[in-house]
């Protein structure tokens, strides 16, 4: 068994990451999310389990959520991704950032960029939810820090029914 | 105090907001190579023959290490370290970073890999062939009792210390001979997965040249780390820099010493290359300590009024396969609080501690006051049904001081609680819960015969945080102190660093001791900058554990602002040509009294201290001063919880659809922060209360090691808390402050089981052991219900 094909195949996978072009030689098996962490050194987006259960590598792809450590970087070749890192712009917080700071929906940070990112889908999809609305909606990320009740005022905080 | 007491937003946020902080796993050195951990899968084996020839041969490896090899390259001078030999004649056989011989728990380490990618060290992990004689399996406390089977071929018994404290037997028993009702609870503190959303992660960076090594590590505890490296590596402590990045989360689970942390270093010490590993979360059940695994036995005597006249305990702990940093101490730091919020004339308290095949135990948040807040606060219940009064009458008629403000009060545990308030405390967090109208409620439902009912339970705990006393550790055996330092240094053109001890991680402590000093000082919260969490910055410190942060570090902080201002002070009356206390200081300004012009900014003294052009006679230029602080006492925080539960007796499904909590942490630097953290811990509370559990089979397999199965709450299964505090400060500390970190999770889980017992209460049921599964409360209901479901 030689090197390659031990490592598997590399291909070269290239996609729009944060509104850039971006281009890595990969093992054909690397999740989207070690594609962003490892290679594009994107690493905000965090990986919390290995069941797709946490919601701590969500990533936009095409604007809808996506849970990244569930998807093959060379499953969404040509894809236009946005990470946590392209959610501020000019130095502002992005809306939800800043409902999440004023809100005090974060401690240890770790979950935060998936909930961030798993909440502004959420409201494209429903601009108005209700309270149990959006803990629905964020029922696939897990927090061990807040017990959920701030991340859930910061979300309505946004655009629910608060 | 004009910024302290109020809640401000966090200085920590926008990095963690945008995703520029960094976590352990964010962080790389070139040519890293990445452990890939070889584990046993059985519990306890005798390891016959490891073969590495198809592993050393995977692309990328650079080497492979069994633990006979690792241990005769004598890369550990001492065994994995515990830190708290609880007695002197305490069993710990020696415990090493990697196998050689016997395998004790399923994923003990026995080989290591180390290679070029993330992906090919696992790879060749799995190439590693060994060979396996399995042993006889301990895989429950129940088990480990017996003797019947040794977890450890070199122990004569599964029994690793008996500890008691029994300030007076006989009074004890002449309780329980005076008494005129007597209650006894049996519970079990499952085991549970500390689960920080963040996995545990290492990065050991060895300089080219001259023996120096930094060291990253996902931990709560530093400076502890970097004794014990030196102790254990042989390595100098003065070439060891322990760094903590960003921590996503702790709760008692990154407070240890653990084998790949000590490998990590010792490989990249021995090969000259940086050396990492992250653990994957189905991994974290193996690599990473559990929390609670007790057995307890309550016994109450109390008069005819339900007045308790004596309490008895006994636990059997279970240590899981190796004595970890705390491991054998976490009972301990329960047994003082046995006795809970109430008048307890004589205590007895008797622990025993077993060796399992199972993974470790330490601390989990809490760390042995959640255990002994649950049996007490359960069985004040169980005489409450026994007396025949409410569950809140058998509190008040028991509080300390007869639930009135005390200072200083000394209890049948021996020790010295700081202050209370308890009465109020309760009645508040009645109204605030509206309790007559609950119970109004639930009486409505069960004469409509309704399906879903309602249950109201409570829980008044006092807990022990604010650790510790050094000369009290010493008293319980611990190998260290409890003080902790603080640094305050004014920078020549006016701002502020402050380098603490305490080591956050999550809990937000840059705000909150900014906040410290700006109202200490009379400068601008943004112009304080925390170093922290680093040991080349910050050399000394004790690091984040027990809620001991604020009581213990934000005091030494507080202290040291004091000193500055009293350095200031001389130099201001020497540059005014006033007398000292001629000056005040308030806003950041020395005044002298009565002449409103002659007046000085600290920043202005500070830039005089730095020039030293003109300082009085013989005073050291620069103006920074230090505080190792080491607390007198413990602080007592404490609070009444209300869970409102409803019963689903079609299905046995639980849903929390209420909860109040009243906490008395004294004085609150920033409420927000303390909300912040009451949420989380009540919720951790909950979920030991309804979903969470390690589950082993007998083989000693941990049956739910993923995030698939081990039921982590989510945003569904919580409800909104409403939550207030009394103010009752702390005589321990001049900031009259005390810990928040754990005291929702102390108060919580005895909470939501007594609002399950309470709802279940008309069949007859008077206990359910945790989790308080669907499952469980149907099957409790058929049998109740004569075996019709």
Same mark, same amino acid.
């Given at each position: 068994?030689?090197?390659?094909?031990? @490592?598997?195949?590399?291909?070269?996978?290239?996609?729009?990451?944060?509104?850039?072009?971006?281009?890595?030689?990969?093992?054909? @098996?690397?999740?989207?999310?070690? %594609?962003? @962490?490892?290679?594009?050194?994107?690493?905000?987006?965090?990986?919390?389990?290995?069941?797709?259960?946490?919601?701590?590598?969500?990533?936009?792809?095409?604007?809808?959520?996506?849970?990244?450590?569930?998807?093959?970087?060379?499953?969404?070749?040509?894809?236009?991704?946005?990470?946590?890192?392209?959610m501020a712009t000019d130095g502002e917080l992005h809306p939800m950032q800043e409902a999440f700071r004023q809100c005090h929906g974060l401690q240890c940070g770790y979950c935060t960029p998936g909930m961030v990112m798993a909440a502004t889908s959420l409201l494209s999809e429903n601009a108005n939810p209700t309270?149990?609305?959006?803990?629905?909606?964020?029922?696939?990320?897990?927090?061990?820090?807040?017990? %959920?009740?701030?991340?859930?005022?910061?979300?309505?905080?946004?655009?629910?029914?608060? | 105090?004009?910024?302290?007491?109020?809640?401000?937003?966090?200085?920590?946020?926008?990095?963690?907001?945008?995703?520029?902080?960094?976590?352990?796993?964010?962080?790389?050195?070139?040519?890293?190579?990445?452990?890939?951990?070889?584990?046993?899968?059985?519990?306890?084996?005798?390891?016959?023959?490891?073969?590495?020839?198809?592993?050393?041969?995977?692309?990328?490896?650079?080497?492979?290490?069994?633990?006979?090899?690792?241990?005769?390259?004598?890369?550990?001078?001492?065994?994995? =370290?515990?830190?708290?030999?609880?007695?002197?004649? &305490?069993?710990?056989?020696?415990?090493?970073?990697?196998?050689?011989?016997?395998?004790?728990?399923?994923?003990?380490?026995?080989?290591?890999?180390? #290679?070029?990618?993330?992906?090919?060290?696992?790879?060749?992990?799995?190439?590693?062939?060994?060979?396996?004689?399995?042993?006889?399996?301990?895989?429950? /406390?129940?088990?480990?009792?017996?003797?019947?089977? &040794?977890?450890?071929?070199?122990?004569?018994?599964?029994?690793?210390?008996?500890?008691?404290?029994?300030?007076?037997?006989?009074?004890?028993?002449?309780?329980?001979?005076?008494?005129?009702?007597?209650?006894?609870?049996?519970?079990?503190?499952?085991?549970? /997965?500390?689960?920080?959303?963040?996995?545990?992660?290492?990065?050991?960076?060895?300089?080219?040249?001259?023996?120096?090594?930094?060291?990253?590590?996902?931990?709560?505890?530093?400076?502890?780390?970097?004794? &014990?490296?030196?102790?254990?590596?042989?390595?100098?402590?003065?070439?060891?820099?322990?760094?903590?990045?960003?921590?996503?989360?702790?709760?008692?689970?990154?407070?240890?010493?653990?084998?790949?942390?000590?490998?990590?270093?010792?490989?990249?010490?021995?090969?000259?290359?940086?050396?990492?590993?992250?653990?994957?979360?189905?991994?974290?059940?193996?690599?990473?300590?559990?929390?609670?695994?007790?057995?307890?036995?309550?016994? /109450?005597?109390?008069?005819?009024?339900?007045?308790?006249?004596?309490?008895?305990?006994?636990?059997?702990?279970?240590?899981?396969? *190796?004595?970890?940093?705390?491991?054998?101490?976490?009972?301990?730091?329960?047994?003082?609080?046995?006795?809970?919020?109430?008048?307890?004339?004589?205590?007895?308290?008797?622990?025993?501690?077993?060796?399992?095949?199972?993974?470790?135990?330490?601390?989990?948040?809490?760390?042995?006051?959640?255990?002994?807040?649950?049996?007490?606060?359960?069985?004040?219940?169980?005489?409450?049904?026994?007396v025949g009064v409410g569950p809140d009458e058998i509190r008040r008629r028991n509080f300390l001081a007869g639930g009135e403000a005390f200072e200083n009060l000394e209890t049948a545990s021996t020790l010295v609680f700081d202050s209370g308030n308890y009465g109020p405390n309760l009645e508040k967090a009645l109204?605030?819960?509206?309790?007559?109208?609950?119970?109004?409620?639930?009486?409505?439902?069960?004469?409509?015969?309704?399906?879903?009912?309602?249950? /109201?339970?409570?829980?008044?705990?006092?807990?022990?945080?604010?650790?510790?006393?050094?000369?009290?550790?010493?008293?319980?055996? *611990?190998?260290?102190?409890?003080?902790?330092?603080?640094?305050?240094?004014?920078?020549?053109?006016?701002?502020?660093?402050?380098?603490?001890?305490?080591?956050?991680?999550?809990?937000?402590?840059?705000?909150?001791?900014?906040?410290?000093?700006?109202?200490?000082?009379?400068?601008?919260?943004?112009?304080?900058?925390?170093?922290?969490?680093?040991?080349?910055?910050?050399?000394?410190?004790?690091?984040?554990?027990?809620?001991?942060?604020?009581?213990?570090?934000?005091?030494?902080?507080?202290?040291? #602002?004091?000193?500055?201002?009293?350095?200031?002070?001389?130099?201001?009356?020497?540059?005014?040509?006033?007398?000292?206390?001629?000056?005040?200081?308030?806003?950041?300004?020395?005044?002298?009294?009565?002449?409103?012009?002659?007046?000085i900014p600290i920043q202005g003294i500070a830039y005089e201290a730095f020039t030293a052009h003109n300082l009085p006679d013989g005073m050291e230029p620069n103006l920074q001063e230090q505080v190792t602080f080491d607390p007198e006492n413990f602080v007592f925080p404490f609070g009444t919880h209300i869970a409102?539960?409803?019963?689903?007796?079609?299905?046995?499904?639980?849903?929390?659809?209420?909860?109040?909590?009243?906490?008395? #942490?004294?004085?609150?630097?920033?409420? &927000?922060?303390?909300?912040?953290?009451?949420?989380?811990?009540?919720?951790?509370?909950?979920?030991?209360?309804?979903?969470?559990?390690?589950?082993?089979?007998?083989?000693?397999?941990?049956?739910?090691?993923?995030?698939?199965?081990?039921?982590?709450?989510?945003?569904?299964?919580?409800?909104?808390?409403?939550?207030?505090?009394?103010?009752? =400060?702390?005589?321990?500390?001049?900031?009259?402050?005390?810990?928040?970190?754990?005291?929702?999770?102390?108060?919580?889980?005895?909470?939501?089981?007594?609002?399950? #017992?309470?709802?279940?209460?008309?069949?007859?049921?008077?206990?359910?052991?945790? =989790?308080?599964? =669907?499952?469980?409360?149907?099957?409790?209901?058929?049998?109740?219900?004569?075996?019709?479901?």
């Open positions: 068994m030689d090197q390659l094909t031990h @490592r598997g195949i590399f291909v070269q996978i290239d996609m729009t990451v944060n509104g850039r072009a971006c281009s890595a030689d990969v093992e054909d @098996r690397t999740l989207l999310v070690h %594609y962003l @962490r490892d290679h594009l050194e994107l690493t905000g987006t965090n990986v919390g389990c290995d069941t797709s259960s946490c919601g701590a590598c969500t990533v936009h792809i095409g604007g809808q959520s996506v849970k990244s450590c569930t998807v093959l970087a060379a499953q969404v070749r040509g894809a236009d991704v946005t990470t946590i890192e392209g309270e149990a609305e959006v803990r629905e909606g964020l029922e696939g990320n897990l927090c061990r820090c807040t017990g %959920y009740q701030n991340i859930v005022k910061s979300v309505l905080s946004v655009g629910g029914q608060s | 105090m004009t910024i302290m007491g109020t809640p401000r937003l966090r200085k920590e946020d926008p990095k963690l907001l945008t995703g520029e902080g960094k976590f352990i796993d964010d962080i790389h050195a070139h040519g890293e190579l990445w452990m890939g951990m070889v584990r046993s899968p059985h519990a306890h084996a005798k390891i016959q023959s490891i073969d590495t020839t198809e592993a050393a041969a995977a692309p990328g490896v650079h080497s492979v290490y069994t633990g006979a090899e690792l241990q005769e390259m004598g890369l550990w001078v001492a065994p994995l =370290p515990c830190a708290w030999p609880v007695t002197e004649d &305490m069993v710990n056989p020696p415990h090493y970073p990697v196998a050689a011989d016997e395998v004790r728990h399923v994923g003990d380490l026995v080989a290591v890999v180390l #290679c070029d990618s993330r992906y090919g060290a696992v790879d060749a992990a799995e190439l590693v062939e060994v060979d396996y004689e399995p042993l006889p399996v301990v895989a429950s /406390i129940d088990a480990a009792v017996t003797d019947a089977v &040794m977890a450890n071929t070199d122990i004569s018994s599964n029994k690793a210390y008996s500890w008691a404290l029994e300030p007076d037997p006989e009074a004890v028993d002449a309780a329980f001979a005076a008494a005129d009702h007597t209650v006894v609870g049996e519970f079990v503190q499952q085991r549970l /997965i500390p689960a920080a959303m963040e996995p545990r992660g290492v990065l050991a960076i060895p300089a080219p040249f001259g023996g120096d090594i930094t060291f990253y590590t996902s931990t709560q505890v530093p400076h502890i780390m970097k004794v &014990m490296l030196a102790a254990t590596t042989g390595i100098a402590e003065n070439k060891i820099r322990v760094i903590a990045p960003a921590v996503g989360g702790g709760f008692g689970a990154k407070l240890n010493v653990n084998p790949d942390e000590i490998l990590a270093v010792t490989l990249a010490n021995k090969i000259g290359l940086p050396v990492r590993w992250t653990e994957t979360r189905s991994e974290a059940a193996f690599s990473t300590h559990q929390g609670r695994g007790q057995n307890q036995k309550i016994e /109450i005597a109390a008069d005819a009024n339900g007045k308790i006249l004596g309490i008895r305990v006994h636990l059997d702990a279970d240590m899981g396969a *190796y004595m970890m940093l705390l491991t054998p101490g976490v009972p301990l730091l329960g047994s003082f609080l046995y006795t809970g919020v109430y008048d307890v004339p004589a205590f007895g308290f008797t622990c025993d501690g077993y060796f399992t095949n199972m993974t470790p135990t330490d601390a989990y948040r809490g760390a042995g006051r959640p255990e002994a807040s649950y049996a007490i606060e359960r069985a004040m219940d169980l005489l409450a049904l026994e109204k605030l819960a509206d309790y007559a109208s609950l119970k109004a409620e639930q009486q409505r439902r069960r004469e409509a015969g309704e399906s879903k009912q309602l249950g /109201i339970g409570m829980c008044t705990y006092v807990e022990i945080c604010g650790l510790a006393p050094s000369r009290a550790l010493a008293g319980l055996n *611990y190998g260290a102190g409890g003080w902790e330092h603080a640094m305050i240094r004014f920078l020549p053109t006016g701002t502020v660093e402050v380098v603490s001890g305490s080591t956050p991680h999550g809990q937000g402590h840059e705000t909150s001791w900014s906040m410290i000093v700006a109202d200490k000082l009379g400068v601008d919260p943004d112009d304080v900058h925390v170093l922290h969490s680093d040991t080349a910055h910050s050399p000394l410190g004790l690091d984040t554990y027990g809620s001991r942060s604020l009581a213990v570090g934000g005091t030494a902080i507080a202290m040291a #602002c004091d000193k500055v201002v009293d350095k200031a002070r001389l130099i201001a009356a020497h540059q005014l040509e006033a007398n000292p206390d001629d000056l005040e200081f308030d806003g950041g300004m020395f005044r002298v009294k009565g002449t409103p012009t002659a007046e409102v539960v409803e019963v689903d007796e079609d299905t046995g499904g639980v849903t929390l659809v209420g909860y109040t909590a009243v906490d008395d #942490c004294g004085p609150q630097v920033n409420p &927000m922060i303390v909300q912040g953290q009451m949420h989380g811990g009540i919720v951790q509370g909950v979920a030991q209360a309804l979903w969470e559990e390690a589950s082993y089979d007998e083989a000693g397999n941990c049956k739910n090691p993923s995030f698939l199965d081990y039921l982590v709450p989510s945003p569904m299964e919580v409800p909104n808390m409403v939550l207030d505090s009394t103010v009752t =400060p702390s005589t321990s500390n001049p900031l009259g402050v005390k810990g928040a970190g754990e005291a929702g999770t102390i108060g919580s889980a005895a909470a939501v089981i007594n609002a399950v #017992c309470d709802a279940l209460s008309p069949y007859g049921v008077t206990d359910i052991s945790m =989790p308080a599964t =669907p499952q469980k409360v149907w099957r409790i209901l058929r049998d109740a219900k004569g075996g019709e479901a």
